[in-house]
Nanobody
């Protein structure tokens, strides 16, 4: 069974940097869409970034464009999200998600991703 495990969430000061990681297990297909979402308390999950494995492009949602960078390490079955110049509004629970055996074209919503990690908390203070 597919399993995704996020790590790297922490409490940081405004202006600081953080890199999240997601290690995935049980994935047998080469081409997959891997994504990062975040969820604020009491709200739905917001798509931040997507990347098609193993060599496809990365795309970003409006909240992440020009701010965050998604990357993939094929050898380690890991995707990362680099976040710099963090502000308090970035405080949220960050999730890794996957849709296997497909590229990321047209994959926009929570319902497009069948597989999810349990989340990692990011807290940015002033």
């Amino acid at each position: 069974q597919v399993q995704l495990v996020e790590s790297g969430g922490d409490s940081v000061q405004a202006g600081g940097s953080l890199t999240l990681s997601c290690v995935y297990f049980g994935v047998t297909t080469s081409t997959n869409c891997m994504a990062w979402f975040r969820q604020f308390p009491g709200k739905g999950r917001e798509r931040l970034a997507r990347i098609t494995t193993p060599n496809g492009p990365a795309t970003y949602g409006a909240a992440a464009e020009g701010r965050f960078i998604i990357s993939h390490d094929n050898a380690k079955n890991t995707i990362s999200l680099q976040m710099n110049s963090l502000t308090p509004e970035a405080t949220a629970l960050y999730y890794c998600a996957a849709r296997l055996a497909e590229d990321c074209w047209g994959k926009t919503y929570v319902t497009d991703f069948p597989s999810w990690g349990r989340g990692t908390q990011v807290t940015v203070s002033t």
